[in-house]
């Protein structure tokens, strides 16, 4: 027996009449949040390069497909191995540079031609952003989109020109915040959020790693001032901006400034 095959038989007997109760109350809808936050936690480790959290994340994300596809078998729907051979077979069909006859030779011939295929598999939508999952994160929703429209050479030339395009929505953003509309304001800060990310894609940045390591150095800087504050025998928000403002300056001037703390949590 496999390692896989076990776990497949493990999760059948937890779901099985005498297995765990909690296992066996599982349906689609109520695995869906750990599922995501499964996949988040394997980011997490990757990120952290930490081979004994990702190698354990790995295997949650794992137990939860597992458990998905074991849940759909129980009600005769589809199996674990209908969900191997589809894959299996997608991987095959989307790579004919390697099990046919294509002769794409670098990644981005070998995304058009994905892109060409899965249109092709897809044709009952006959829109091509049609494939974008709306459950996505909005930021790497919008990067996944100028990405693929990027493909069929909807795209910015120069970098300089996504640069006016970021400048000319701030002006509108600022034009609309002075019409005091939420509703133009709410539209222009969207417009500026999707012109930065394009921005990001543009110059080969993953604009949700980008954000998170700004928002990691962010509370690094953060949880500094507020141990200044300690030292100084004060509390958060017993201090006006002006005195967190001058501690946050000098911090930006040390060495080390965006380390994070020791107990300091960035995720």
């Given at each position: 027996m496999t390692a896989f095959e076990k776990l497949?038989?493990?999760?059948?007997?937890?779901?099985?009449?005498?297995?765990?109760p909690w296992d066996r109350e599982q349906t689609h809808e109520s695995l869906l949040p750990a599922l995501i936050e499964e996949a988040y936690e394997v980011t997490e480790a990757a990120r952290a390069k930490n081979d004994a959290h990702f190698r354990e994340e790995l295997g949650d994300l794992l137990l939860l497909v597992v458990m998905h596809a074991e849940i759909a078998q129980e009600s005769g729907r589809f199996d674990i191995d209908n969900v191997l051979q589809e894959i299996s077979d997608k991987l095959v069909r989307r790579h004919p540079h390697v099990f046919g006859t294509s002769d794409a030779r670098d990644s981005?011939?070998?995304?058009?031609?994905?892109?060409?295929?899965?249109?092709?598999?897809?044709?009952a939508d006959s829109h091509y952003l049609a494939s974008l999952p709306k459950a996505l994160p909005a930021l790497m929703r919008a990067q996944k989109a100028q990405s693929k429209a990027a493909l069929v050479n909807f795209d910015w030339t120069e970098v300089r020109d996504v640069i006016a395009k970021v400048e000319e929505e701030v002006r509108e953003m600022k034009d609309a915040i002075a019409s005091q509309d939420r509703g133009t304001i709410d539209e222009e800060i969207g417009d500026v959020l999707f012109a930065v990310v394009n921005l990001a894609r543009k110059c080969k940045i993953d604009a949700e790693s980008a954000l998170q390591k700004a928002t990691n150095k962010f509370m690094a800087r953060f949880n500094r001032v507020e141990d200044e504050l300690r030292r100084q025998g004060k509390r958060l928000g017993d201090v006006d901006l002006s005195e967190m403002d001058a501690i946050w300056n000098e911090i930006k001037q040390t060495p080390n400034a965006e380390r994070p703390t020791p107990n300091a949590e960035l995720f």
């Open positions: 497949c038989e493990i999760v059948a007997k937890l779901r099985a009449p005498g297995g765990c981005g011939a070998v995304l058009k031609q994905w892109e060409a295929i899965k249109r092709e598999e897809k044709k």
